[in-house]
């Protein structure tokens, strides 16, 4: 006859729940190994965002320095294209 702490119907449902309890175990464990790995990947990630954005923003500051640097430049373009028209118009005076 089996004893009332080792009878079959008794046993079963024991290990079943204590199947259960190491599965839920496994799984919080699995859970919490991801939910680490998962915090680590976005502080990976905000660190990058922020050296993107402060790369982005060295690359606008020298975006518009450079327009204002070409500006200049077509200005000062413009300014030697009237002076040599000018000389030009004077030499053109001086052979006639």
Avoid: F, H, W
């Avoid at 859970?31 to 990976?44: F, G, M, P, V, Y």
């Avoid at 077509?74 to 052979?95: F, N, P, Y």
């Amino acid at each position: 006859m089996a004893t009332p702490d080792t009878s079959p119907t008794e046993s079963d449902p024991l290990a079943s729940l204590e199947e259960r309890v190491l599965r839920a175990v496994e799984l919080v464990s699995q859970l919490r190994s991801e939910n680490e790995s998962l915090r680590k990947q976005i502080e990976a990630d905000t660190a990058e965002r922020e050296s993107a954005t402060t790369a982005m923003a060295a690359l606008r500051s020298d975006n518009e320095r450079l327009n204002e640097e070409l500006d200049a430049l077509r200005s000062e373009r413009k300014q030697v294209r009237t002076r040599i028209e000018k000389l030009l118009g004077q030499m053109d005076l001086l052979a006639e």
